[in-house]
């Protein structure tokens, strides 16, 4: 599986962006998938996750709310809304792919990464 990340870039606070992670490859439906993000100098944090069905979702508690994570498995696509940015989502966004069936927040190894794209907050 190959993952391309497109959809960042320079928003002012408050204002949204939308991520998307387009995938090649066969059985993109059997991956769960996944949103990380690593700010400079700070660790990286997993940021959402919907399983391989899309029934279930996961998001770190700073971004609920905000943020909503949905796949089209026709389109071999997930995205990533990002509404009411604040300056602290400043990072590089990777997205991921897990050939894992459980619940989206029970995936921890993630087996495909996409390069990252960059999300700049301006307060």
């Known amino acids: 599986v190959q993952l391309q990340a497109s959809g960042g870039g320079l928003v002012q606070a408050g204002g949204s962006l939308r991520l998307s992670c387009a995938a090649s490859g066969r059985s993109f439906s059997s991956y769960a998938m996944g949103w990380f993000r690593q700010a400079p100098g700070k660790d990286g944090e997993r940021v959402a996750a919907?399983?391989?069905?899309?029934?279930?979702?996961y998001y770190i508690d700073s971004v609920k709310g905000r943020f909503t994570i949905s796949r089209d498995n026709t389109k071999h696509t997930v995205y990533l809304q990002m509404n009411s940015l604040k300056s602290k989502d400043t990072a590089v966004y990777y997205c991921?792919?897990?050939?894992?069936?459980?619940?989206?927040?029970?995936?921890?190894?993630?087996?495909?990464w996409g390069q990252g794209t960059q999300v700049t907050v301006s307060s």
């Open positions: 919907i399983s391989w069905s899309g029934s279930s979702t």
């Open positions: 991921a792919a897990a050939l894992d069936y459980g619940p989206a927040s029970n995936v921890r190894g993630y087996d495909y």
